[in-house]
């Protein structure tokens, strides 16, 4: 799924359109995302713009002749868009389906049914994680938090108790596990194998979301206290259906393209032939583009028709869904732009020299960059973009496992520590009625622990693979 390839990338990267030394590079870097970070922290501009005006003053700073920064940023924003625009749509489409037709609602109501007391955190972890594969995480938030706020009054639980897991499972989905969109442009970015870093992002967040989810949320619960807030529980999708689909419908749909991809990775290393039938059928089918395509298809007939809808509603949903994700597809490309920036001016090479002057492993310096921008942007997929663009030149030489863990440190410091210029800190903070300090205590120390953990994870594995 790689339409920037290593080599590539190493190539563009050897031929900078401009001749300044490392340190000229390291001031237009500091420059370039200063310019992103002020425009969108303090002039509010959108992030496409940020990123597109930042590409421009990284060239400005580099000495670089602008002709040549336009001609990399919209170079990088055309292969970008192109190698990971179509999933993005795919996987809104999906998660429109899974949406509007009750699919969400019957895992839910299924789940919840069969737990009860102390497994009710675990449940919800559970659901989160499940629903959060093809929903974007803010389609996420708004789908689970009328049901942690109905669980948590009902069942008489603390919020932070239900809510917490929750919001781990969600936040772990949209971090480390393709199809969402920053694991995907990392991917991209490094010339990683998306079935070997599915693979290995499951194995890392299966234990990172028990830590930051139903184990953190005891604490979380002691640190704030409060009932749910009646007025934040909308009507749910599903009360206005006759029908919905059934709950093993919905759950192989959703996992469809998940199982596809992994039963690809699991031929490559079995199989490693390319000239063999079936592995050239399973790298057809098991292609993101193909999974994605052929889950949408399913789902059309095991969601939308289950539910009842017409050919016409179900074509109605597939348009509503198109137009959320615009936005996201021009922060995803400009963000390519800016990376592709990144490398022609050789700031890759750049990075290469200080990783070995300081000797800092790839997966930490790779992490901390992401942890940075993070901090400064508030914005998960700014940083995981802008960071897979810094350290792409260093999985030239790793192995396949190795560049899937750099893309998967990349993802865990990209959700370090959310504050008060992440979108995602405000909506969780209304949703759930907290204060500025409440949702430092919960939200922001939880999305930590999931970056920290991660990161932790993510170098046992460096250790024995």
């Not at 920053?182 to 693979?199: C, R, S």
């Not at 290393?269 to 994605?292: C, K, M, Y």
């Amino acid at each position: 799924m790689t339409s920037l390839s290593v080599e590539t990338l190493a190539a563009d990267a050897a031929e900078p359109i401009t001749s300044a030394g490392n340190a000229q590079l390291g001031i237009a870097v500091l420059a370039g995302i200063a310019v992103i970070v002020l425009l969108i922290t303090v002039f509010k501009l959108h992030a496409f713009l940020a990123l597109t005006l930042g590409s421009l003053a990284l060239g400005a700073f580099a000495g670089a002749p602008l002709d040549k920064v336009i001609t990399s940023f919209t170079a990088g924003l055309g292969s970008t868009v192109a190698g990971v625009g179509v999933l993005i749509a795919l996987g809104a489409i999906l998660g429109k389906l899974l949406a509007d037709s009750g699919g969400a609602d019957q895992i839910v109501d299924t789940i919840l049914a069969k737990a009860s007391g102390r497994a009710m955190p675990w449940a919800m972890v559970l659901i989160a994680s499940v629903i959060g594969l093809p929903l974007f995480f803010e389609v996420g938030i708004v789908l689970l938090i009328p049901v942690v706020l109905l669980v948590a009054k009902r069942g008489n639980y603390s919020l932070m108790r239900i809510g917490v897991p929750a919001l781990a499972g969600l936040s772990v989905m949209h971090g480390l596990i393709p199809p969402h969109p920053g694991p995907l442009v990392a991917i991209d970015a490094l010339g990683a194998n998306l079935g070997v870093t599915l693979a290995l992002g499951v194995v890392v967040a299966i234990p990172t979301v028990i830590i930051a989810g139903p184990l953190f949320s005891r604490y979380a619960a002691r640190w704030v206290d409060i009932p749910a807030p009646d007025a934040m529980v909308p009507q749910r999708t599903s009360d206005d259906l006759k029908t919905r689909p059934s709950f093993v419908a919905t759950v192989s749909t959703v996992l469809l393209p998940v199982v596809l991809m992994l039963g690809k990775a699991l031929v490559d290393i079995v199989v490693d032939d390319p000239e063999n039938t079936v592995q050239r059928v399973a790298d057809v089918v098991g292609s993101p583009l193909i999974a994605l395509l052929a889950a949408v298809l399913v789902g059309i007939f095991t969601l939308g028709r289950a539910a009842g809808f017409t050919k016409g509603r179900i074509s109605s949903t597939v348009e509503k869904s198109l137009a959320p994700i615009a936005g996201v597809l021009m922060i995803v490309g400009a963000g390519g732009g800016f990376k592709q920036t990144l490398i022609d001016s050789g700031v890759g090479q750049m990075v290469l020299d200080i990783s070995k002057d300081w000797s800092i492993p790839a997966l930490l310096l790779a992490w901390l960059i992401a942890v940075a921008i993070r901090l400064a942007t508030g914005s998960a997929t700014v940083a995981t973009i802008s960071a897979a663009g810094l350290v792409a030149p260093l999985a030239a030489d790793m192995s396949t496992t190795h560049a899937a863990l750099l893309v998967l440190a990349i993802g865990a410091g990209s959700l370090f520590f959310s504050h008060v210029n992440d979108a995602g800190f405000w909506l969780v903070k209304e949703y759930f009625g907290m204060s500025v300090g409440q949702t430092l205590k919960t939200w922001s120390v939880m999305e930590t622990i999931i970056s920290v953990v991660g990161l932790g994870f993510v170098l046992l594995l460096s250790l024995v693979l």
